[in-house]
């Protein structure tokens, strides 16, 4: 198993772009979501999604878009980019909803200019 | 939105010392989790611990999930240089609730 994968690994996008974080697993799990990170800040939560075409807003939904058409995907868009959305995006999944162990992917630095 | 307090922010030890590190919360968790990262990657699962009182090892790592449900701490034995990276705790609020609340980090450092 691949695990959680992400791309891009880097991004540099300018102000009012709009661009797509890919992630997928291929674990078959239930759970995915979606965390920011920020020096100081620790991992804030974006979205989620407990299943195919099921998706919910975390603590820091303003700005990005999730949909989950597949189990195994995930993806996260940024509409329109703004400077405060420069961070490192991390994907998590759990296998099972309700689960607390999230497995992690290895992220993308995102820096909007 | 909710954060844990997790202390110290940064340590420097030295190659062979113990390490303690320590995270609470104003509110009770009912699942404590201890994560590791390391430069350029995500969060890797080190140790959960789902009942308070609770004590866990993996390796030279102990975890424990403290009684009154509102704290947890990790200690590491016997540091070593691959011990460095970012340790963030995790909790749980309620059974079912998938939603984490993540610390701020302990960056540990190791001075050969």
């Known amino acids: 198993n691949a695990g959680v994968t992400q791309t891009p690994k880097f991004q540099v996008l300018k102000t009012g772009q709009s661009m797509t974080l890919q992630c997928a697993q291929d674990m078959n799990h239930e759970y995915m979501s979606w965390y920011r990170q920020d020096p100081g800040m620790g991992l804030r939560l974006i979205h989620y999604?407990?299943?195919?075409?099921?998706?919910d807003q975390g603590e820091v939904p303003n700005g990005y878009n999730v949909s989950r058409s597949t189990t195994e995907d995930f993806p996260l868009r940024l509409l329109s980019a703004a400077p405060s959305q420069t961070s490192v995006y991390f994907c998590?999944?759990?296998?099972?909803?309700?689960?607390?162990?999230?497995?992690f992917g290895p992220g993308t630095r995102l820096t909007v200019l | 939105g909710q954060q844990l307090n997790q202390s110290p922010q940064s340590m420097f030890i030295q190659e062979g010392e113990d390490v303690s590190m320590n995270c609470t919360s104003s509110s009770i968790f009912n699942t404590w989790l201890w994560y590791k990262q390391e430069p350029g990657e995500g969060p890797v699962l080190l140790i959960a611990?789902?009942?308070?009182?609770e004590l866990t090892s993996n390796g030279r790592l102990t975890a424990q999930f403290g009684i009154t449900r509102k704290d947890s701490f990790l200690n590491i034995s016997a540091s070593i240089p691959s011990d460095v990276g970012i340790y963030f705790c995790?909790?749980?609020?309620?059974?079912?609730?998938?939603?984490?609340?993540f610390g701020t980090g302990t960056r540990l450092t190791i001075i050969p």
């Open positions: 995790a909790g749980q609020a309620r059974f079912g609730n998938e939603k984490l609340t």
């Open positions: 611990l789902y009942k308070a009182g």
């Open positions: 999604s407990v299943g195919a075409g099921i998706t």
């Open positions: 998590a999944s759990s296998y099972e909803v309700g689960r607390s162990e999230q497995f």
